[in-house]
Each structure stands twice: as C-alpha cells, then as structure tokens.
C-alpha cells in the first residue's frame, strides 16, 4: 500500500469515492470538474494496482492548510490506509513550508491518533469564509475543528507578504 499524487486519470475513482460520504453529511460534496480543477491538491493511496483511497491538501498561504476529502473504500478500512494518506498530506504541507494543518471532522477520534487536536473554530477564519459562511448547517454544525502546527495568528484576508508567515515556527508533524 503506498500514496501517490494524483493525477486527471484518478479524477473519476475519487469523485466516487468521496460520492460514498456525501449523503449523510460526512464529505462536502466534489463535482468531477472541481477535482479536476484542483487534482494537485489530492493524494491517492493504491494497494496492488488500484486505487483504495483520496485525500486533498487544500493551502490557504504558508499560515494553513486543510485537509479535505479523506476517505478509503469500506474493503480497505482498518488496514491503515487512513494514516498513509494523512502522512502523505503532512509531508506535503511541510514541502509548502505551511506551518498550520487543519480540518472539520466528525470523528475527532481518529485524525487525534494521526496528532491533531482539538480547537474552537473562531481560531480558523479562513476557513469560515471559505466554506461555513456558505453552509446550511452553519448554526447547527456537528463538525469538530482540529490542527496540528502552529495557530495562524493572520488569515488570508489579512497576510501581506510572505515575511508575516515566516515568523511562524515550522510544523513539526
Ligand atoms: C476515517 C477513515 C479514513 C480511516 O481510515 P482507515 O484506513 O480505516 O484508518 P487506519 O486503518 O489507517 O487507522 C489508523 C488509526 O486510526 C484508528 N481509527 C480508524 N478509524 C477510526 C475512527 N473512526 N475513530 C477513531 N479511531 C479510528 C485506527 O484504530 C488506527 O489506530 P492505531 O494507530 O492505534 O492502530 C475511514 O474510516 C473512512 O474512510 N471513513 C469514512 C469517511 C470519513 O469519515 N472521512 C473523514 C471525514 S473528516
């Protein structure tokens, strides 16, 4: 079992593989267009030649990234194709020199084993602007935020020049 950047060709196998999780809430939904718009964003795990599981590296600037999309197909899960991918996804945020990693998860359980923990989520605006403000659920949400890192003390809204990340310490995952 192993990760890999994805590539277009992945783009149908994770579209159905997030397409699973989206009726009860668990994904946000991703049309196919929107994977492929942003497929370098995404981390696939194989095992023996086919696809088991995605997982995306949304980067909001060096301050914060998150994870997005995780899922492996039911045959695969307990088998740690889980961790795999969220490795994959940290090395990658360390490769940005991105010194936050956050997501919005409904099993705290889980992303607390791969090191994250857990935080208001008033501490990470941008990704309220990005998608809380749209959702439906926005008053009602049953999402835990996490991050593993370093606290953006800016947002995108408010970062100038790369010299206002810097002064960040670096992520240790
Ligand atoms: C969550 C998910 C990706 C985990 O993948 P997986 O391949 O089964 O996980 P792994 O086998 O790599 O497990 C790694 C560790 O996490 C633990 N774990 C797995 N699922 C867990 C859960 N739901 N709650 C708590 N711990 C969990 C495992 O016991 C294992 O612990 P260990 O390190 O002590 O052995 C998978 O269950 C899934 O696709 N779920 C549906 C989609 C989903 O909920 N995505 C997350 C949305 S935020």
Redesign the pocket.
Known sequence: MHARNAKLPDAFAIEQ?IQ??VGDG??LPRSLAEICENIRDFVV?ENGGEIV?C?ALHLYGMHLAE????????N???????????DALMREAQKQSVTCVC????????????GFQEVDKEALPDKIFKDCMKCSRRNACD?VAMYQGTLPRITARTLRSPKDCVQIAPLHA
Not at 103 to 114: V, Y
Request: glycine residues 18%; aromatic residues 8%; without cysteine.
């Open positions: 593989l699973v999780h668990t994904l795990v599981g997982g994870i997005r999309s995780i899922t492996v197909t039911n695969s899960k307990g088998k740690g194709a889980g961790r795999v991918l969220i997501l919005f998860t409904r099993i705290p359980g889980f992303f607390g084993r791969m999402e």
